[in-house]
């Protein structure tokens, strides 16, 4: 069991930075990939990035590539994702997710079992 507590969030101007925390309890913090997803209101929850149980494996969508950064500290079962340039279409809720095994890949979003319940970021023009 994974329990995941997002913070971080916050209203920002276009080209600003934020990081985003997600910090997790439960033992298998550790051996589970970890993953950024948002969801802006009218649309779908889409994948952000994802990181593997070392940190030694990313992934990013093509939105957010070059911009954001995930990373993890698995002594402080927190996993980050700093955000740079950000632009108004980031404007979303971001939730932290958890996989619960250490499996790589292209994961979909059921493949998480463990969620958040989300930070808000707004970006303004």
């Known amino acids: 069991q994974v329990q995941l507590v997002e913070s971080g969030g916050g209203l920002v101007q276009a080209g600003g930075s934020l990081r985003l925390s997600c910090a997790a309890s439960?033992?298998?913090?550790?051996?589970?990939?970890m993953g950024w997803f948002r969801q802006a209101p009218g649309k779908e929850r889409e994948f952000v990035a994802a990181?593997?149980?070392?940190?030694?494996?990313?992934d990013y969508a093509d939105s957010v590539r070059g911009r954001f950064t995930i990373s993890r500290d698995n002594a402080k079962n927190t996993v980050y994702l700093h955000m740079n340039s950000l632009k108004p279409e980031d404007t979303a809720v971001y939730y932290c997710?958890?996989?619960?095994?250490?499996?790589?890949?292209?994961?979909?979003?059921?493949?998480?079992?463990?969620w958040g319940q989300g930070t808000q970021v707004t970006v303004s023009s």
């Open positions: 997710a958890a996989t619960g095994t250490t499996g790589w890949g292209i994961i979909p979003k059921w493949g998480y079992r463990y």
């Open positions: 990181v593997g149980w070392s940190g030694g494996n990313t």
């Open positions: 439960g033992r298998t913090f550790s051996s589970s990939v």
